[in-house]
C-alpha cells in the first residue's frame, strides 16, 4: 500500500498535517485513529470467529442426518425379499 511513498513523501504528508490541524491537535487525531483501527480489528475478529463457530454448527447439524441416510441405508440392504 505505502510501496510508492518514500520517506520524503512520508515527511511532506507530516509536515502538511502539521500545517492544517497544528502539533496540539495531532495528537488527539492519532489516538482516534488509533481507536478506529483497534475496534474496527475486533469486529473483523469477532465476525471471523461467529463464521467459524457457525459453520461448525453447520457440520454437526449435517453429522446425524448422514448417519440417519447411512442407517437407512444398512437396514435396506439387510432386508431380502423371500425366495
Known amino acids: 500500500m505505502l510501496n510508492g511513498i518514500g520517506p520524503t513523501g512520508i515527511i511532506l504528508i507530516i509536515l502538511v498535517a502539521l500545517l492544517l490541524w497544528g502539533p496540539n491537535k495531532l495528537p488527539e487525531l492519532g489516538r482516534a485513529f488509533g481507536r478506529t483501527l483497534r ?15 457457525k459453520s ?11 448417519s440417519e441416510s447411512r442407517s437407512e441405508k444398512s437396514e435396506d440392504t439387510n432386508r431380502r425379499l423371500p425366495d
Open 39 to 53: 475496534e474496527f480489528k475486533e469486529g473483523a475478529k469477532d465476525i471471523m470467529e461467529d463464521d467459524s463457530s
Open 56 to 66: 461448525r454448527k453447520d457440520v454437526r447439524q449435517d453429522e446425524p442426518k448422514l
